[in-house]
């Protein structure tokens, strides 16, 4: 599958910041395009249009709303009293939604110079909060998009990590990295893996991935004299451990959920169900 970029922007109208930035990035065919449309339908029923056909070369930019029942980091403690929280449900936690199609391996490098563009940015309009990555669980036992997708979270897990150890070694260091969401969707099919296994197979492919890099890095310096950068490997351990998300977590202080999910859940449920516990990770961002 081609890679595709989402770039989804949240922000908030009143008391957070005024801009909290998503990145929603995954392997084509994922579901990132339908999740936009969901969350989008969802925040205006009454417009009820359906942006579904995705065949469009332009860029799309939509604005939805978190649910107001979705409790945020910052108001997780409030009580059901508190003004505020009335506050909130007419005046929603807000994203910015923005599909930006490519052509072929295009997509992938537009993600990515994305999300560096916007991981190293101090300007707080385009700061980064997390990123949702998507895959097709279902679509993870062919090995070639098995291969495809955990390529590319690779590479966006370490340039998280770049920024991360870079951080620490500057004076500035702030306290809180950029938590990565695999959202595991299309758990409504039976042939889907459960979200345990997507982890597993993730982490087994980013370890295969992770040895053949360090090998290369290896025979690349090999009487060169120059030593192997520890941080050019994920996990920061020089690739002796089996990787694991654990691990990353552990050494670097990146946090990868896999959470599962379906944008096109049951048509019996509530409309956008299946994407509730997405959006509860993108209320504790933020
Ligand atoms: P993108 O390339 O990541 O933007 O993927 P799309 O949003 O275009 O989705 C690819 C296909 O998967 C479309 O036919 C969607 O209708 C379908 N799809 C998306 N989410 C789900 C889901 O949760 N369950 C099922 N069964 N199909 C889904």
């Given at each position: 599958g081609v890679p595709v970029l989402l770039h989804v922007i949240f922000y908030r109208?009143?008391?957070?910041?005024?801009s909290s930035n998503f990145l929603l990035l995954g392997?084509?065919?994922?579901g990132k395009t339908a999740f936009t449309s969901l969350l989008e339908a969802k925040s205006s029923p009454a417009s009820k249009k359906s942006h579904l056909t995705h065949t469009s070369q332009s860029s799309t930019l939509v604005t939805v709303g978190l649910p107001p029942d979705v409790p945020t980091a910052s108001n997780r403690y409030r009580s059901v009293n508190d003004p505020s929280l009335k506050e909130t449900s007419r005046n929603p936690v807000r994203y910015r939604v923005q599909d930006t199609p490519g052509h072929g391996k295009l997509r992938a490098s537009q993600g990515i110079s994305q999300l560096q563009a916007m991981s190293h940015s101090n300007d707080a309009k385009i700061k980064l909060r997390g990123v949702l990555f998507m895959v097709d669980t279902a679509a993870l036992v062919d090995e070639t998009t098995l291969r495809d997708s955990a390529t590319y979270l690779h590479d966006v897990l370490l340039i998280l990590q770049k920024r991360a150890l870079n951080k620490g070694k500057?004076?500035?260091?702030?306290a809180t990295e950029v938590p990565v969401l695999v959202a595991a969707n299309k758990q409504d099919l039976f042939t889907a893996l459960p979200p345990g296994s997507v982890r597993e197979k993730l982490e087994a492919e980013i370890d295969r991935i992770r040895k053949s890099k360090t090998k290369g890095l290896l025979d690349a310096s090999a009487g060169s004299g120059v030593e192997t950068e520890d941080d050019e490997v994920l996990g920061n351990d020089g690739g002796l451990e089996r990787f694991s998300f654990k691990l990353l977590e552990e050494e670097v202080g990146i946090k990868v959920d896999v959470v599962g999910g379906a944008v096109k859940g049951d048509p019996n449920e509530e409309l956008g169900s299946g994407v509730r516990r997405w959006e509860e990770w993108v209320g504790l961002c933020l």
């Open positions: 109208s009143a008391a957070a910041p005024p392997s084509s065919g994922a500057s004076s500035a260091k702030v």
